[in-house]
């Protein structure tokens, strides 16, 4: 079975370093770049430096998911519901009382 991680290198504080993350926390990565409008490895720098992990691929990885959780969060802080409910929430009929 071949291995879901991939391997690249990358340009982090000025130094040359492999980062092994599988591949959707690599489009993940890409993504959220293009959203802040910054290169991949100035955001890897920024992840580097502000890290509290000693692995920077858990890092990264940590990154990704405090980025989504706090999109699916909403500017209140309060957790939405997922796209495919909120659909059905909108079709539902409302009960006033």
Do not use: C, Y
Not at 1 to 23: A, D, P, Y
Not at 64 to 75: C, Q, Y
């Amino acid at each position: 079975m071949k291995s879901t991680v991939v391997k690249r290198s990358i340009v982090v504080g000025g130094h040359k370093t492999s980062v092994s993350l599988e591949e959707p926390f690599w489009t993940s990565m890409k993504e959220i770049s293009q959203q802040l409008r910054v290169m991949l490895s100035e955001l890897v720098s920024e992840i580097d430096t502000n890290r509290q992990q000693s692995n920077l691929s858990s890092a990264i990885r940590l990154f990704v998911l405090d980025h989504f959780k706090s999109l699916a969060a909403g500017p209140s802080g309060e957790s939405r519901p997922r796209a495919d409910h909120a659909q059905g929430l909108a079709e539902s009929p409302v009960e006033r009382g």
